[in-house]
């Protein structure tokens, strides 16, 4: 293992806390909601919240059941279960003007359903309110649990996302509770539940995966009828979560690009700051498209 690897300048951007930005937060605050977009302190909001009109709400509360070892999301045993929250995101998706929503929950497996009811209610609170804005979800995998995931597809988001995160290999390490081969079945099976509806998948790089593993992923995620993949570099959000191995370069990200398209997917965004939701609303497009 590497003690320390220094950070390339291309990942060193500024955030941006303009006027627009702080009302924003102050609306999220006042409507108790939570955006990955703060709380991950992404490099892309302004672009995302001012320029492409999209932001990724997280559900379910702000506490995991889980503890990934990649992830900044506090865990411990969950309290809320609000019924109110669907209506609260559909208003501020309505504020913002968003185009494309990405809905994430924390894992919520104190619940017997995952929380796919909220969830599945979040779908369709926002949809009602703002029927121009195309809706992607990215649940965790909801215990695996193929009626949980059924009560989502049923609400009919615009794409199902679900993370595989990394390689095979890798899994054990980074993940907490999940397994690589449980997140492909459940990929697998949101397309038999609903074909119409695109499937997708990211993963981060960048702690300790070779080449050929990504590869591998590609293939993996193709043979469970994935359509699209976004491929981002692992940065460490504290000192406490495992480190970067590699900053994987623009050129490599590239490359990783067109092995992926090569591999049919119907879409790969892939660069150093590609997070899981960015630029999805090209991403509808582009599955609409095919
Ligand atoms: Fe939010 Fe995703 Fe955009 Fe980052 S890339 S600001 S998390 S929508
Ligand atoms: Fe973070 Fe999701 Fe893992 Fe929970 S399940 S720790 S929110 S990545």
């Known amino acids: 293992t590497i003690e320390y690897v220094r950070k390339p300048e291309w990942l060193k951007i500024k955030l941006n806390t303009n006027e627009q930005y702080t009302g924003l937060k102050k609306m999220m605050r006042e409507k108790k909601l939570h955006t990955v977009c703060e709380e991950a302190k992404c490099p892309n909001i302004h672009e995302c919240w001012a320029v492409r ?21 506090q865990t411990g045993l969950p309290t809320e279960l609000d019924w109110e929250e669907p209506v609260r995101v559909a208003e501020s998706v309505e504020q913002m003007g968003l185009k494309h929503v990405v809905i994430t929950a924390v894992a919520r497996d104190d619940l017997k359903d995952g929380g796919a009811g909220v969830f599945a209610e979040t779908v369709r609170a926002v949809r009602r309110l703002n029927p ?9 995998d909801m215990n ?6 059924k009560t989502l597809m049923d609400a009919r988001p615009d794409i199902l996302n679900h993370n595989i995160e990394t390689v095979r290999r890798l899994t054990p390490r980074v993940r907490a509770r999940a397994t690589y081969e449980r997140s492909l079945g459940f990929l697998k099976r949101a397309k038999e539940l609903n074909p119409n509806i695109p499937t997708k998948s990211s993963i981060m790089i960048g702690l300790g995966e ?7 992923t590609m293939v993996d995620l193709r043979d469970n009828d994935v359509d699209i993949m976004t491929i981002g570099q692992y940065l460490q959000p504290t000192k406490h979560h495992l480190k970067v191995q590699k900053y994987w370069s623009p050129q490599e990200f590239n490359e990783l690009k067109e092995i992926a398209l090569s591999k049919g997917f119907s879409h790969c965004e892939s660069g150093p700051l590609v997070r899981s939701s960015y630029h999805a609303d090209e991403q509808v497009r582009a599955a609409k498209s095919n």
Do not use: H, Q, W
């Open 144 to 149: 695996g649990e193929c009626d949980n995931l």
């Open 132 to 140: 121009f804005c195309s809706i992607e979800v990215l649940p965790s």
């Open 210 to 216: 070779t080449k050929e593993e990504i590869i591998e």
């Open 53 to 73: 009109k999209t932001a990724t709400f997280m559900i379910l509360g702000s506490v995991c059941t889980r503890a990934c070892r990649f992830c900044a999301v």
